[in-house]
């Protein structure tokens, strides 16, 4: 297996996790091997495999010695092997030798979970001969008595209860990975990197930040990595003091009533103009935090930790803030550039599927309109970065992003540049997004969206249909819609017509002239528009 860990720093070659049998080693193994695309190995397993019979059957038939001697045979042949994560037997770590030669140069962790969650675990499981005709509550207490000081003594120690899986291994990676790369080192710098806590606490100790520092947090990732998260920037900084203001990430939260009650809710907690709102949270948050720090005291220092892979690629970089005014979306706000964005892959682990492929709909859309290399790589890769494979999810987020800084940093307000190419899709996508009562994920919307655009295109003769064709492929790769059959075209159009009505605003498409071009044009009215529709359904 090659291993490309480009840009990423692993402080240790392998990981072993030790525990009580019962205490998901196997499962948090499988998934850190799977981000990591290192080997997968399960000591019990093995020695299973190598015997051609079951652990329960080796100790019932050759009894416990002769399976701890299986178990130091394969700890020898284990010493040497690295990019590896080793999920133990619940005993194999009693031995002091074995000890020595598994954690040599190895992350180690200690899966802590109570006897009681154990027990639910292992109430219906007959294959654990340690555990066999036995009273599982008392066998389990006296096994893990017996142990308790080998197991509590491990360097890294995870609270394993009401935890999921994945959650213990986004934990895990905190411990085992980091990486930094600035990609906009300019006044409005995008840190790209795993683990960036530690330079949030540089940023934070370096800017003339009043205490406590805000912050706004979706209330969901609170629960399940945010606390985490913060918690390990509080061990490394002693004076940091902080308030958390947790929120839904819904579209009700972009409105003026929530706006008011940060505000009231920040001056509450003393903040003044050398405050800093920190907003850890997808889209919304980021959009209603940023208009926040935008206007409360005429402007307070801001930085954003998206926590959405769209929010990561999309919404947090440009600096464009704002809430909802009726149904017409972002229609208050301002441009007001975070000080420091940071863009940490690891935070991504505990997504929905369905929220990472929105956000890769974002992908796709920057691809296609300014990096034919980029949407090739997607093109390879798409299944990768929804995996979260940790090497390819970072370099997608990475490319994203340069691509979106490079485009706002020459058109901050959108006035006569490039930026309104990060349009493509959207026009559309806004519509239908609104038609479908936020049914459709953003990105979900903004897929519809490209495909019609690029139609349209096909249809205007601005572009080969093969971009149509890659284009769909990719967007159907990903699991991404490329229709919607319930709203009709002309739902869409009159939508489009009406917001553009009450904005005052020309109708500008963005359409794909090739994969990594696309053009702005004005388009004179829906009449024409809907004339194309109507041509390309004739000659279809």
């Known amino acids: 297996m090659q291993h490309n860990n480009k840009n990423l720093n692993f402080h240790f070659p392998r990981v072993v996790l030790a525990g009580m049998m019962g205490s998901g080693k196997t499962t948090v193994a499988k998934i850190l091997a799977g981000y990591l695309d290192w080997d997968f190995i399960d000591t019990d397993r093995l020695i299973e495999g190598e015997f051609g019979k079951t652990v329960r059957e080796i100790f019932e038939q050759k009894g416990e010695q002769f399976f701890r001697d299986l178990e130091q045979k394969l700890v020898v042949e284990l010493g040497s092997k690295r990019f590896c994560i080793i999920a133990t037997g619940g005993g194999m770590i009693v031995s002091e030798q074995n000890r020595r030669t598994l954690f040599d140069d190895s992350l180690v962790v200690h899966l802590n979970s109570s006897i009681q969650r154990l027990l639910e675990r292992l109430n219906n499981v007959s294959n654990r001969p340690l555990l066999a005709n036995k009273e599982k509550q008392e066998e389990l207490q006296k096994?893990?008595?017996?142990?308790?000081?080998?197991?509590?003594?491990?360097?890294?120690?995870?609270?394993?209860d009401n935890k999921s899986s994945i959650q213990i291994a986004q934990e895990i990676l905190f411990h085992l990975v980091n990486s930094h790369e600035v990609i906009s080192p300019k006044k409005h710098t995008v840190h790209v990197g795993c683990n960036l806590t530690r330079e949030l606490k540089k940023i934070l100790e370096n800017k003339k930040i009043s205490s406590p520092v805000f912050i706004l947090a979706d209330e969901k990732f609170w629960k399940l990595a945010g606390q985490f998260y913060i918690g390990k920037l509080k061990k490394r900084s002693q004076k940091f003091d902080s308030v958390p203001i947790l929120l839904p990430s819904s579209e009700e939260s972009k409105s003026i009533e929530t706006v008011n009650f940060l505000w009231e809710k920040m001056i509450e907690h003393h903040a003044d103009r050398s405050s800093c709102l920190v907003v850890l949270g997808g889209g919304v948050l980021g959009d209603v935090g940023g208009f926040v720090a935008?206007?409360?005291?005429?402007?307070?220092?801001?930085?954003?930790?998206?926590?959405?892979?769209?929010?990561?690629?999309?919404?947090?970089i440009g600096g464009k803030t704002g809430v909802n005014l009726g149904e017409i979306k972002?229609?208050?706000?301002?441009?007001?550039?975070?000080?420091?964005?940071l863009l940490d892959p690891l935070l991504l682990l505990t997504l929905p599927q369905r929220e990472m492929r929105s956000g890769v709909a974002e992908m796709i859309k920057v691809a296609l309109l300014g990096d034919k290399k980029f949407f090739e790589f997607?093109?390879?890769?798409?299944?990768?970065?929804?995996?979260?494979?940790?090497?390819?999810?970072?370099?997608?987020?990475?490319?994203?992003?340069?691509?979106?800084?490079?485009i706002f940093e020459q058109d901050l307000f959108e006035k006569d540049g490039n930026r309104i190419l990060l349009n493509l899709g959207h026009t559309f996508g806004h519509a239908i997004e609104v038609l479908s009562n936020y049914e459709l994920r953003h990105g979900e919307a903004v897929a519809i969206g490209m495909v019609l655009a690029t139609k349209l295109s096909v249809r205007m003769n601005?572009?080969?249909?093969?971009?149509?064709?890659?284009?769909?492929?990719?967007?159907?790769?990903?699991?991404?819609?490329?229709?919607?059959?319930?709203?009709?075209?002309?739902?869409i159009l009159s939508k489009i017509e009406k917001d553009k009505k009450r904005t005052f605003q020309?109708?500008?498409?963005?359409?794909?002239?090739?994969?990594?071009?696309?053009?702005?044009?004005?388009?004179?009215?829906?009449?024409q528009l809907m004339q194309v529709f109507d041509e390309g359904a004739k000659h279809s």
């Open 378 to 406: 997607l093109e390879k890769e798409i299944d990768s970065i929804l995996d979260c494979k940790i090497v390819k999810l970072q370099q997608a987020v990475t490319w994203a992003a340069e691509i979106k800084v490079k």
């Open 506 to 527: 020309q109708l500008r498409f963005v359409f794909p002239r090739d994969i990594g071009k696309a053009e702005a044009i004005v388009v004179k009215s829906i009449d």
């Open 462 to 491: 601005l572009c080969q249909s093969q971009v149509l064709d890659r284009l769909t492929n990719l967007l159907l790769q990903a699991k991404l819609p490329i229709e919607i059959s319930d709203l009709s075209k002309e739902k």
């Open 143 to 160: 096994i893990y008595q017996s142990r308790a000081k080998i197991y509590e003594g491990l360097p890294v120690q995870i609270l394993a």
């Open 330 to 341: 972002n229609m208050v706000g301002t441009f007001y550039p975070a000080g420091n964005t």
């Open 294 to 316: 935008s206007t409360l005291f005429r402007g307070i220092r801001l930085i954003q930790i998206p926590t959405t892979l769209l929010a990561q690629i999309d919404s947090s």
